[in-house]
């Protein structure tokens, strides 16, 4: 892990990420359906609830923040995961800045930018959880800024749960006391607490399958 002041510093080189073309796609899954465009100049993160400050960020304000870059698996529920190099700035900075008490307590209930067609996707995870698997509030992968598709501008991902708990193009995060079923909770009866579970993974980028055998955050490989 390496920390800069800005995201210009952390994005300095491109990463190539074996057999990233094997990746399966997963454009056809309901969170994915992203805004053609995101107008950057107007984007900003809103973080409300149970917070003593509320705060509207800019992409800028983003940046400026110290950021962080390390090379980290993700796990799809579909059974597959992929290591890739992230840049971006740890949630536990912004809600440090939010002044919340007793996050450990407490949940993050995650909205996207969403688009006319198919509204906004939203997650609720547990904030204690994801702060301390240092989860990270995402603006580029492998060197570059993140893909629409895979969540630009900012995408805020826990390691140690399935993707479909992790929101791509974030617009708001609310400090609730209250774990709420999303989107795939309610369409296909996924698991509410989303932790990675033990199970074989096909691991794209060593174009294997392994077996994973703890709960959470996929280290191993």
């Given amino acids: 892990m ?22 399966p796609n997963s454009l056809r899954y309901y969170q994915d359906g992203p805004p053609k465009s995101v107008d950057i100049d107007s984007w900003h993160l809103s973080v409300t ?12 304000d983003i940046l400026a923040l110290p950021q962080v870059e390390e090379s980290r698996r993700m796990v799809c529920v579909c059974n597959w995961s992929i ?11 912004v809600i440090e800045m939010a002044g ?16 006319p067609e198919k509204g906004v996707y939203e997650s609720t995870i547990a904030l204690g959880d994801a702060l301390f698997r240092r ?3 995402l ?7 993140l893909p629409i598709v895979q969540g630009y501008p900012l995408r805020l991902i826990d390691f140690g749960l399935y993707g ?14 209250q774990l ?13 607490d989303g932790t990675v579970r033990p199970k074989k993974y096909r691991i794209v980028d060593l174009a294997q399958w392994r077996f994973v055998d703890k709960l959470g955050e996929v280290t191993d490989y």
């Fill in 164 to 177: 479909y708990k992790n929101v791509k193009g974030l617009s708001k995060l609310e400090v609730t006391d």
């Fill in 135 to 137: 989860a990270l509030l």
């Fill in 100 to 115: 919340v008490r007793n996050p450990e307590n407490l949940y993050l209930k995650q909205t996207s930018i969403g688009t």
């Fill in 139 to 145: 603006h580029s992968v492998d060197g570059e800024p």
């Fill in 2 to 23: 390496s920390e800069t002041d800005t995201a210009s510093n952390c994005v300095t080189r491109n990463y190539v990420t074996p057999n990233l073309h094997r990746k």
């Fill in 49 to 60: 609830g149970l917070v003593q400050n509320e705060l509207d960020l800019s992409y800028s």
């Fill in 180 to 192: 709420e079923l999303g989107e795939w909770e309610n369409r296909a009866g996924y698991d509410v």
């Fill in 83 to 93: 290591r890739r190099t992230w840049a971006g700035v740890l949630l536990s900075k």
